[in-house]
């Protein structure tokens, strides 16, 4: 199956604060989604991406689909922005990666 | 915007007992979805379901594990007979193709804890 890889695991920022998440991926793929995953456990779509750039508020993301990556970028960040973010791949069968924990500190 | 609905939201069972998970897909999506997330771990894939029929399962979806959409409209995951390592998150989903919204929608998920 496809693999997914996301870096860093674990992201701590100050509120305020700018960040960039990575999503690698081991095959060409027709869906790439980005979800935050909110302390009651809910999984929230962010972003349909398989290619391109995408923005919506503070949170924007590119997929470079011919190098399999795409980046979740998040600005100013808030406390609310904290939580477990999920790259997500495939077709029709999505493969997640292991998530980056964001902690956002006022 | 269109919801995938699950229920419960919460759900308490003995060992060995079975439960039914119930979900209502996003009513003009063709493909349907269960999804589980043990606590703390990566989402995995269960089953997938098109034409009435299931289209893949993996590995985890073994013969303690059914889907139904007895009515055209609900989309349920049966576990016959729960054991403790059942314990987990969830999620529902279903697919559109239509391009101008091909994406997975996710339910809010049932969290099934096995005592």
């Known amino acids: 199956g496809i693999q997914v890889e996301q870096s860093p695991p674990d992201l701590i920022l100050q509120e305020g604060a700018n960040s960039t998440l990575r999503c690698n991926f081991s095959d060409s793929v027709n869906n790439l989604q980005w979800f935050h995953q909110n302390p009651w456990g809910q999984l929230i779509n962010l972003f349909y991406i398989p290619s391109g750039t995408k923005q919506n508020g503070r949170l924007s993301a590119t997929t470079v689909a011919t190098e399999r990556y795409s980046l979740l970028y998040i600005s100013s960040s808030q406390t609310t922005d904290s939580g477990v973010y999920f790259c997500?791949?495939?077709?029709?069968?999505?493969?997640f990666g292991a998530g980056t924990t964001v902690t956002v500190r006022a | 915007e269109p919801e995938v609905t699950q229920t419960p939201s919460h759900q308490v069972t003995q060992m060995g007992q079975e439960v039914i998970l119930r979900c209502v897909p996003i009513s003009n999506h063709l493909y349907f979805y269960w999804y589980r997330q043990i606590l703390g771990q990566k989402v995995e894939f269960l089953v997938s379901?098109?034409?009435?029929?299931?289209?893949?399962k993996s590995e985890i979806f073994d013969d303690q594990f059914s889907v139904e959409r007895p009515d055209g409209s609900n989309f349920t995951l049966k576990i016959r007979s729960t054991k403790l390592e059942d314990s987990a998150m969830y999620f529902c989903?279903?697919?559109?193709?239509?391009?101008?919204?091909?994406?997975?929608?996710f339910g809010s998920g049932t969290r099934l804890t096995v005592v």
């Open positions: 989903a279903s697919l559109t193709t239509e391009k101008a919204n091909y994406g997975y929608t």
């Open positions: 997500a791949v495939g077709g029709y069968k999505l493969s």
């Open positions: 379901f098109y034409n009435n029929e299931i289209s893949e």
